[in-house]
């Protein structure tokens, strides 16, 4: 199966649908009648559907097991045909698209088993998604932005080229990833006085969002929340929370940084820890749902 421990929950929301033809009006008097010799169609198959959803991990190797919290089940009558509405619905890290369509399937499939003895021209057309909510795409930047970001690594040790950078690329590789333009790249020492003139800087040259990684610990030198908070003029404390709750999932010590985050006028400043892992798990806790605060922070600007 796909990895997806690196991914974070969200409501994800999905619809599909089949369509059974019946090749007589005598048909759907049956089932509309409930008259049909293995007994009532609509309801059996709904069960049938329910299970389907549910055991769609058993069924297909690359589905993940998950929490099916809401499954619906809908029928319409159009003539001949029965239209077939699925809905699944769950808060989980992957999306229910193949589960609505393998429900949607097994209702038109129970429904065909039940109605084969009295109608041997049943057809089975059109299993397909029709919408699906939920996961990155629907919460990523606004259509049409084009940020840039300043990424700066805080240490003594990589200043003094003592040892190589990772955590720092390894953010740059995933604001890249979702389309933000990398418009400086620095290494800096664990200066107070270092870490705020850079953030005034890049403010000034119109990055928007200054991103540092190290010095969030708790060691003498870990100073660069002490540095920023002065200058923050508003922190964002739902993107600090959500850092260290998904690191914390992944690793008990993640309780012990001390990452920041704020906005200096329509900056957005971070401050995340100087370990790789730790780097690149606050990322993905955050990104790219965190572009939208551009969204708002550009219509701000703007009225």
């Known amino acids: 199966m796909v990895d997806i421990t690196h991914k974070t929950t969200s409501l994800r929301i999905a619809t599909a649908q089949a369509v059974v033809k019946v090749s007589s009006p005598d048909t759907i008097r049956a089932i509309e009648e409930k008259t049909v010799p293995k007994g009532d169609v609509f309801a ?34 159009d003539g001949l045909e029965v239209h077939i509405t699925v809905t699944v619905k769950t808060i989980y890290k992957t999306g229910v698209e193949v589960e609505a369509m393998h429900g949607a399937s097994i209702v038109a499939l129970n429904m065909y088993d039940m109605l084969k003895p009295i109608d041997k021209g049943v057809e089975i057309h059109h299993i397909k998604l029709l919408k699906k909510k939920g996961g990155k795409s629907d919460y990523g930047a606004p259509k049409g932005l084009q940020l840039k970001a300043a990424v700066i690594v805080c240490s003594d040790t990589i200043s003094a080229g003592k040892k190589e950078d990772r955590a720092g690329k390894a953010i740059i590789n995933k604001l890249e990833s979702v389309g933000v333009s990398i418009m400086d790249y620095t290494i800096i020492p664990d200066e107070a006085f270092i870490i705020q003139e850079n953030a005034r800087l890049f403010h000034e040259k119109g990055a928007d969002m200054v991103i540092y990684t190290g010095g969030t610990g708790l060691s003498e030198r870990d100073v660069t929340p002490e540095a920023l908070e002065p200058i923050l003029e508003r922190r964002i404390p739902g993107m600090e929370e959500a850092i260290r709750s998904y690191g914390q999932e992944r690793m008990p010590y993640a309780m012990l940084s001390r ?26 806790a955050i990104f790219p749902a965190v572009l939208h605060v551009f969204g708002v922070l550009r219509g701000a600007r703007h009225d």
């Open 44 to 77: 059996m198959s709904k069960a049938a559907g329910l299970l389907g959803v549910k055991k769609t991990p058993e069924l297909l190797p690359d589905c993940h097991p998950m929490p099916i919290e809401y499954t619906g089940i809908a029928y319409e009558i």
């Open 259 to 284: 990452s920041v985050v704020g906005t200096v006028g329509n900056t957005l400043i971070l401050a995340l820890p100087g370990s790789t892992n730790g780097a690149k798990e606050s990322m993905d």
